[in-house]
């Protein structure tokens, strides 16, 4: 789907340009109310498979037709070489006859082959072969899907066995067609999607909620399963145009909120703390497996994005300003693989997820996004087609702040302030204490003029061997001392008490 991207300009005020798209923009061009997306040429998913079994049944008719015609042909060359026995009439039937058979063969092969497009081989050297850790990890995540599928299943009322029985059938069933195109894997995927969600619906008689619970556990255990033949299959130029998208990316690097009228002030901390976080979720994508777990991964970044305008704004934020912040963040963020991330989720996610609801109107802005980065060019960012030819080169690196004059200038402003300040104050500091040390040393030499430092000899310590020493103490006399014992007890119990008297 070719998205209008409008741009909205007002030169009379000089107002900068703007992204703008129309809500009906990004609806099925068919009219249905559902959401559009490019990879359906702008249908929503239920048109798109109409259209494409339409054309797909055409094709059918023109090659049953195609080989009728040829079938026709060979007949009658055949009659007329029976007609003509000469040899050199011989050799031409020959010759028409071996380029019939040919193109018939051609055409019946076109019928009955799988896939329209070229595939390798396995046994071919150009086949994937996945590295041993890429194995055991795929190995672990589908061992823990099919352990949570069957607890899921075993929480149903009934039928649980049933469900289990034919997703487990599908997904053995197509882990061996890997040699099929895109488009076949796609059809296979949705169509059992959509049987096994109206026998839920019509035959089990299931509420809606507990169906679109049942179809969000079989599209995990499935595409947990399928992954490694699904995701950026050999038949597409997903690859190709990963490498193209990320070239551009990593082309328009320079490109500031400035130039895309984006209402984000990062100098805000709360603002750039949600800015950081969908950033996080946006490269998130490419680590996860299920469709559904990608397109959680989406909506969170656009959730983080619309509250970063509020705040930045103090205003709920518009359609119109969340684009142009989703295209900033892609860019910022520059997520790996997002072209094959994107076809992952349109071929395989559940389909009533991208036709209605805030999942399919956050991946609709993201396609948006995606078409706007492929075809920006200068007018787009308001700059003339020289300047634009300049930062594409690299012979600009960043946007003169004459030109884009915004707070970052005040903020400048500010810091070179601040840093003036510190740096007289450092001054101020370092003169300080040159002078405090160049005053202490001047106070220690005054004081020692004003009291000299007088040595005393030495004291020898008191031993044996210096007896002779005038500065001992005379030396202890003993004294005597009379015992004198007098009784207070009667006589027949006798105690002494000995009063100790010196003589």
Known sequence: MCLLLTLNTDMSQKARRGIHVDQSDLLCKKGCGYYGNASWKGYCSKCWREEYQHSR?????????????????????LRGAQSQPSLAHFSKFEEK????????VIAVKKFFSPSSHASTKKGSPEARTPSPSVTRKVSVDTDRASREFVEFLKKLPKHGAEIYKQSKSFAESMAGKEIMGADELTECVQDFYQNLSDRLLFTFKWSAEVVEQVMDQVEK????????????????????RDLAIQARIRALHWVTVQ?????VDEAIPTVSENVDHAITEIIKVDSRRVPRDKLACITRCSKRIFRAIKLTKQEPASADDFLPALIYV????HPPRLHSNIQYITRFCNPSRLMTGEDGYYFTNLCCAVTFIEK?????????????ERYMSGQVSQVDPRSSPGPSLDLLAVLGARQEQVLQGAQKLERDLIDWQDGVEREVKRMLQKYPLVV????????SDNTDSDLLPPPLQPQRTKLK???????????????????
């Open 376 to 388: 920006l060019d200068a007018q787009s960012l308001n700059l003339s087609s020289a300047e634009f």
């Open 330 to 333: 892609v860019l910022k963020a």
């Open 259 to 263: 130039m895309l009228c984006v209402p």
């Open 456 to 463: 005393h000899p030495a004291v020898f310590a008191i031993d």
């Open 97 to 104: 006859k071996s380029n019939v058979t040919t193109r018939k």
């Open 57 to 77: 049944q055409k094709q059918i008719q023109e090659d049953r037709e195609l080989a009728e015609r040829l079938q026709k042909e060979e007949e009658a060359a």
């Open 485 to 503: 014992v007098t009784s207070t007890f009667p006589r027949n119990k006798r105690a002494a008490i000995v009063h100790s008297q010196p003589q």
């Open 221 to 240: 255990y499935i595409m947990t399963r399928l992954y490694k033949y699904t995701f950026c299959p050999e038949t597409t130029d997903d690859e190709k």
